[in-house]
């Protein structure tokens, strides 16, 4: 422990040189690996009759091996006299063309241009310690005064962040071609508790005799890997970022299990270096009863179901791997904007490097079963991309569910687990949009063929907060022509808005919607025809809610949330805070009528917020139930102020769905899908 610096700086002096060589004596130091790890890439870019200029040597036998197999031209120097003296003396007899040199690499007194390669095995991560790089730009001036044209600085290297930042700014201000090798780690699991936990890297930066216009940027994977070309600095480092992120992984997975973890990494294409793959793991707890031979497997989740609960969530990971039964389950989602083939093109793909990411002790040769769902890819097609000022980018896709059926999404893509809103499609030769008895290849549609089927509601809180309406007594003999008045915060792809006024006799609805490009793709995209019984207000909903309430009360039969919150890393993702404020509760109650409801889809993972949440809302509307939605977070809440007219969870309740159910129109084969009274028969008094 006493080799040790005190301080990252110490790594850059040579007083703390001189001492641990000193401390070292006899015993070779050999960082970051020795010639038999590194021989592949050196000798694929250093030449045997190359004046190679070995910087910073320590007393590694790196160079000695390199002399013993046919490299007679190498010039050691390091800063430390104690280690140069020794091995000079080590070297004397059996090799006595091998010259050690007590030599500042920041100040060198060698000639322009007299070295073909530059050799540095750790130095420049030694120099780059020191606080602001000065030390370590001054090595890097002065390797490349000293190379020639076309000579070659070959640098061993762990490529933490600051450390290769500076070299490859360094060397495409220079107009250099940068190349960076990740070695492949090859220890088994028994070794993997005494191995480095990040990636070995080899930096080769190529000298030209005019500096390219262009900066060349490259990333090989292992001694030989197909160069992958970059456009910017940037990429290259995000590029060395996910290698050591994955090494960082592979050798926590294949020390330990951990079944509350779930931790993720993202696979890049290798020529775009577009994100291809997220593979998340899942480990089954220790008390799982996991067969033997259920030790590992692979699970590809079709295109177009990344954002369903069993594959986006914790929770529903664990239950799938719970079902699957192994001892640890990959899931493996694929990304947008990528192409896939078939499901055998992207086994292939991914089978070199799974056994990566296999549990401790599982033997090298054991298959790993691929599972999927239906055994195919699935289908996706981005059908428009556009950015909005309130939430960033966009997409609207079109894809295949695992129910056969065809979908349109809006996904804003700073959230891509998170479907905002979302339309069944019909084609223009189907009749009803509904399954097809034979089970026939599934053929890509065109964009054209499709349309919005305006009966289906594909979020299953729309189909409560529709439900929610039998409360107002919609379908009474009574009731038959009076208008029903909605107010709803949030408009996504305008399905829900336009559902009640098609379908739901006397309602008029006037939606609150902040994101003016929202309303433009719910206008192109999901066939949203707003009229005079459809209305939309762009603003704030709080602002808007604030204005009519303040303009004079009871105004509406029902008010509506369902707005979600940009912020995912908060407990409630929807609705935001302010919206469940004292102050606006109360200005809710007081825009409604009477007998007016309050209709609120809650989605809260913290139990003590949501516990928050339900009194600050039970203080103004004492009269509260709840529709948990299976597989989800989500839970409609149904409020009202007065409980002398509830009908409250009783056959009543059930029969105003009937009356609801009645009522709706269906004049058409699209008419609406819903069952109110089922959707009604779960609901719990808060």
């Known amino acids: ?68 197999v046919g490299y007679k031209h190498l010039t050691n120097i390091d800063i430390s006299e104690t280690v140069v003296s020794h091995m000079n003396q080590r070297n004397a007899e059996r090799r006595p063309g091998l010259t050690f040199q007590q030599v500042d690499a920041t100040q060198m007194q060698y000639e322009d241009s007299c070295f073909q390669a530059a050799l540095d095995k750790g130095t420049l991560d030694a120099m780059a310690s020191e606080e602001g790089g000065k030390l370590a730009r001054n090595m890097l001036t002065e390797v490349g005064r000293v190379l020639s044209i076309g000579g070659r600085y070959v640098c061993i290297t762990l490529a933490q962040e600051s450390v290769i930042r500076l070299a490859v700014e360094h060397f495409v201000q220079l107009g250099w071609a940068v190349r960076l090798h990740c070695l492949q780690e090859e220890t088994s699991a028994e070794e993997d508790g005494d191995s480095f936990a990040l990636p070995v890297f080899v930096l080769v930066c190529t000298k030209f005799r005019q500096p390219m216009p262009m900066p060349i940027l490259e990333m090989c994977l292992g001694d030989d890997g197909a160069p992958n070309r970059l456009a910017l600095a940037a990429d290259l480092l995000a590029a060395v970022r996910e290698r050591q992120a994955y090494s960082v992984l592979r050798k926590k997975l294949r020390t330990r299990t951990d079944a509350e973890a779930d931790p993720s990494l ?12 997220t593979l998340t793991v899942q480990d089954s707890p220790p008390t799982a009863k996991v067969p033997r031979f259920n030790q590992f497997a692979i699970f590809i989740v079709p295109q177009g179901s990344e954002t369903a609960w069993l594959y986006s969530s914790s929770e529903g990971r664990r239950q799938l791997a719970a079902s699957a ?42 298959q790993v079963p691929f599972l999927s769902v239906g055994g195919d890819l699935g289908w996706r097609e981005e059908v428009s991309r556009g950015v909005s000022e309130h939430s960033g980018e966009y997409c609207v896709e079109n894809v295949k569910g695992e129910d056969g059926e065809l979908y349109r999404r809006l996904v804003f893509l700073s959230n891509a687990a998170l479907v905002q809103s979302e339309s069944r499609l019909v084609s223009s030769n189907s009749t009803s949009g509904q399954k097809k008895k034979n089970k026939k290849k599934f053929k890509v549609p065109s964009s054209s063929s499709l349309s919005v089927h305006s009966g289906f509601l594909c979020c299953a809180h729309h189909e409560v907060m529709v439900a929610a309406l039998a409360m107002l007594g919609i379908g009474k003999e009574k ?18 808005p336009q559902f009640l006024r098609d379908f739901v006799p006397g309602v008029s609805v006037e939606v609150a919607e902040l994101d003016p490009v929202v309303l433009e793709v719910a206008k192109e995209w999901f066939q949203f025809r707003p009229d005079d019984r459809l209305t939309v207000t762009l603003g704030d909903g709080l602002e808007r809610i604030s204005f009519l309430e303040k303009e004079g009360g009871n105004s509406f039969d029902a008010i509506m949330f369902d707005v979600d919150n940009k912020d995912s890393t908060l407990g409630m993702s929807c609705p935001p805070a302010a919206f469940v404020e004292n102050s606006i509760i109360q200005k809710v109650a007081n825009l409604l009528t009477p007998k007016g409801i309050f209709i609120l889809n809650l989605v809260c993972r913290d139990p003590a917020l949501r516990k928050d949440v339900l009194e600050r809302v039970g203080r103004v509307f004492p009269d509260i139930l709840s529709r948990k939605i299976d597989g989800e977070v989500n839970e409609v809440l149904l409020c009202r ?20 159910q009645r009522s709706l129109r269906s004049s058409t084969t699209h008419g609406p899908k819903i069952d109110i009274a089922e959707l009604l028969k779960d609901m719990k008094v808060v």
């Open 325 to 366: 039964n192994f001892r640890r389950l990959v899931v493996v989602a694929m990304h947008r904007n990528q192409e896939y083939a078939d499901m055998q093109a992207v086994q292939s793909e991914l089978s070199p490097m799974v056994m990566d990411l296999a549990p401790p002790g599982m033997p090298e040769n054991q």
């Open 266 to 277: 993202t696979l890049c294409h290798a020529k775009t270096g577009l994100p291809r793959y």
């Open 641 to 660: 102020q007065s409980q002398s007219e509830s009908v409250g969870v009783t056959p009543s309740l059930k029969q105003a769905g009937h009356d609801l």
């Open 479 to 496: 009731n038959k022509d009076v208008p029903v008045s909605v107010l709803l915060i949030g408009l996504g792809g305008g399905g829900l």
């Open 1 to 68: 422990m006493s080799l040790l610096p005190r301080t990252a700086e110490e790594f850059s002096s040579a007083e703390y040189w001189e001492r641990f060589f000193k401390k070292r004596g006899e015993k070779s130091f050999e960082w970051y690996g020795d010639y038999n790890k590194l021989c592949g890439v050196l000798h694929k870019y250093i030449k045997m009759q190359d004046q190679v200029l070995v910087v910073g040597c320590g007393n590694s036998e790196l160079s000695e091996q390199l002399h013993d």
